[in-house]
């Protein structure tokens, strides 16, 4: 392979749109992250009643009118908002961009229980009349339709759809749009995820009834993964979109790249629909360092899946020492502690908030560990405050997801 | 209802369709669609609405009366003669 076929085959990041509970674009997030800024607050929703969440406050005016805002979907508009940030981000002069050469491809974890829910209050009012049942419905909850608004909002011709991934989709995002590019089958790839969840009842009660949903006086302090007091996931919306191209194309525009995509992984436990699998995640990790061509011990930051259930944790600890062992020099986080559990958004947002330690040199830290679950005591892992690490190269970011769906995904700096 | 009521409470319905559009100086006896970004699924927002406002099924082959303010409060005004309007 001649230098310029090769670089034909490097995946670069070259833009970041992101919308998350404590920050609306990359710079106001990461500086949240450092500052231990949390994005929980109290939150209200029918039938579940009070509980918490992590809410976004982006602008959804800044791209959409608002006959848009009401037809389309909260995906739909967190996408909008992060596709387009993306693009301001990477420099890209929009018009001269071929229209069929962009292919948009967003990870969910889920997408249509929100407006499904929606219709059915509506028509519980008319005595459940099906009448009343909105015409708007099916284009709403088709499969595609966070990435298809995307394509309508931004007049983007080439293919466009969503990877449901569960948990897993924010990494699967961002692997198939690399996977596309080297494919041929589009030139710039918007790719991440996203998600609406927090708007549905429905991921609530099933948590608490799966006795999975945090409860804590204080909304900052109820995110606690790794802590022994932890009690459940906090459910957030967001979302992350990154642009992605060949490195050939954005070393030609000058582009300023984030980051080059050099190792991937996807596997799965089948073992549970629920608990996680320690044996297929260090696969996943090991196949992704194999594929990066790396050791272990030339990562230097771990960006964990990590929910704050007691399992998720332990069985995540277990697997990151199969590969880490002991290791002190990989530095390993949490982002989950700040925001909750993004959901589809989940594994793009927490590799985001990350990929600016390749420029500072700080790894962020985890908050709300008072008191250390012994078994995840990993050696690495950063608490209470941020670090310091000499030439940060290799960033590893876990993202897991019900059903045993584990993605992995390897940034080095360019 | 009234035809001056009906055509309020279709101005209202309107509003909440096209929450972009300047409706003040609607010109009642043009089309809709001459004046205003509707499309298909808006005329059908505009059927839902009068649906759950007054729980009236209008059959989709009288769906052109709909066209302008003129010809939809003129199509309206007896369906909705015993009918009070809506809070």
Known sequence: MTPSEKDDRRIVITGVGLTAPNGDNLTDFRAALLAGKSGVDHYHIRYVGDTLAGECHFDELLYQKRKELRRGTRAGSVSIYCANQAVADSGIEWGKIEPERVGVYIGVTEHGNVETENEINEIKAFDYDTKIWSHHHNPRTVANNPAGEVTLNMGITGPHYTIGAACAAGNAGLIQGAQMLQLGECDLAIAGGVSESIRTFGIFAGFASQGALAEHVDPHRASRPFDLDRNGIVVAEGGCLFILERYSDAAKRGAKIYGELVGHAMTSDASDFVLPNPEQQARCMNQALQRAQINADQIDIVSTHATATTSGDIQECVALRQIFGDSSTTLINNTKSFIGHAMGAAGALELAGNLPSFDDAVCHHTINVDNLDPECALPGLVLGEPRTKNNVTYILNNSFGMLGTNSVVIIKKV | ?87
Do not use: C, W
């Open chain 2, 1 to 87: 209802m009234t035809g001056e009521e009906i055509r309020e409470e279709v101005l209202d319905i309107l509003e909440t369709i096209a929450p972009d559009e300047d409706l003040s100086d609607l010109d009642d006896s043009k089309s809709f669609r001459e004046q205003l970004e509707l499309d298909s699924m808006d005329f059908l927002d505009i059927v839902m609405e009068l649906r759950k406002r007054h729980r009236i099924q209008i059959p989709e082959d009288d769906y052109l009366n709909l066209a302008s303010m003129d010809s939809t409060v003129t199509y309206l005004k007896p369906i909705l003669k015993d009918v009070e309007k809506a809070k």
